[in-house]
Nanobody, 119 residues
Framework: QVQLVESGGGLVQAGGSARLSCAASGSSFNLKALGWYRQAPGKQRELVARITLGGITIYSEFVKGRFIISRDNAKNTVYLQMNSLKPEDTAVYYC?????????????WGKGTLVTVSS
């Protein structure tokens, strides 16, 4: 099993920055791939960014150049640095982990942390 605990959400002004963290625990086999996904009100959950054990990253178009995903394998932690935030970035952000990640998920989910961007 895998446990994922997100932190760092909250209220941010448009144009500002925020950093999300996700502490992962459990089988290292299931922590090879990590990702961040988000779900805005009334919308389906979508990929934000994902990262492999070796550090290869994939970003959705709407965050390229603004968000950075990174991981600290020694701490089993994945981060999402969010810059130039827009009101449309308001969503619950979920951390995910698994053997591999796809656009729809990785297998295991955290409970999510709310990010609200005010205009």
């Amino acid at each position: 099993q895998v446990q994922l605990v997100e932190s760092g959400g909250g209220l941010v002004q448009a144009g500002g920055s925020a950093r999300l963290s996700c502490a992962a625990s459990g089988s290292s086999f299931n922590l090879k791939a990590l990702g961040w996904y988000r779900q805005a009100p009334g919308k389906q959950r979508e990929l934000v960014a994902r990262i492999t054990l070796g550090g290869i990253t994939i970003y959705s178009e709407f965050v390229k150049g603004r968000f950075i995903i990174s991981r600290d394998n020694a701490k089993n932690t994945v981060y999402l640095q969010m810059n130039s935030l827009k009101p449309e970035d308001t969503a619950v952000y979920y951390c995910a982990a698994g053997l591999v990640c796809s656009d729809s998920g990785c297998g295991f989910w955290g409970k999510g942390t709310l990010v609200t961007v005010s205009s």
